[in-house]
T-cell receptor
Framework: SQQGEEDPQALSIQEGENATMNCSYKTSINNLQWYRQNSGRGLVHLILIRSNEREKHSGRLRVTLDTSKKSSSLLITASRAADTASYFCATVTQAGTALIFGKGTTLSVSS | DTEVTQTPKHLVMGMTNKKSLKCEQHMGHRAMYWYKQKAKKPPELMFVYSYEKLSINESVPSRFSPECPNSSLLNLHLHALQPEDSALYLC????????????????FGDGTRLSIL
């Protein structure tokens, strides 16, 4: 069963622009993770934010978490064509023992 | 290159065939996972192994049979599959099983693209 819902489902931007993707979830979580999937490949872990954290940075990535609104956002700054991929949020619920993935956002970055 | 290796990359099989998917990791991870992913959909968890024991089976049909021969290997045995089983099958591993006291990422292989004729 899906826990997260990403928004938007698809996003098209130009190189150099910022891309923001949002994720909402339903139940209390232990942590929230973001993954990237290039076409025909496996998922690559990008960043993990714990339930007691509000913001986290990794290179050009910035993730925020608002547990009161049960939502998270992923910001990719100065996007590149190589950022073209599907992005999934995934949660580990406090009661659960596995990752539950959202539907994903497909990002297209054109040069 | 990923640290989780899956073979074969592609597999075409008939509904009466028996085949196996293989997954290997040498990161010393003690939890391993099988996911099924249909086109333009998120991965769906099938099985979780923790310390070589099956800990989660997400009500997967018995035509899929997992096996964990040792801490580095995970197999998925396939028999009498249906056309709707055509999908990308992903293997993943993590240091320990996800849980309330665990905050760790999963490492994914590139998957086996399975087509059932």
């Amino acid at each position: 069963s899906q826990q997260g819902e990403e928004d938007p489902q698809a996003l098209s931007i130009q190189e150099g622009e910022n891309a923001t993707m949002n994720c909402s979830y339903k139940t209390s979580i232990n942590n929230l993770q973001w993954y990237r999937q290039n076409s025909g490949r496996g998922l690559v872990h990008l960043i993990l934010i714990r339930s007691n954290e509000r913001e986290k940075h990794s290179g050009r990535l910035r993730v925020t978490l608002d547990t009161s609104k049960k939502s998270s956002s992923l910001l990719i700054t100065a996007s590149r064509a190589a950022d073209t991929a599907s992005y999934f949020c995934a949660t580990v619920t406090q009661a659960g023992t596995a990752l539950i993935f959202g539907k994903g956002t497909t990002l297209s970055v054109s040069s | 290159d990923t640290e989780v290796t899956q073979t074969p990359k592609h597999l075409v099989m008939g509904m009466t065939n028996k085949k196996s998917l293989k997954c290997e990791q040498h990161m010393g991870h003690r939890a391993m996972y099988w996911y099924k992913q249909k086109a333009k959909k998120p991965p769906e968890l099938m099985f979780v192994y923790s310390y070589e024991k099956l800990s989660i089976n997400e009500s997967v049909p018995s035509r899929f049979s997992p096996e964990c021969p040792n801490s580095s290997l995970l197999n998925l045995h396939l028999h009498a599959l249906q056309p709707e089983d055509s999908a990308l099958y992903l293997c993943a591993s993590s240091q320990d099983r996800q849980g309330a006291n665990s905050n760790q990422p999963q490492h994914f292989g590139d998957g086996t693209r399975l087509s059932i004729l």
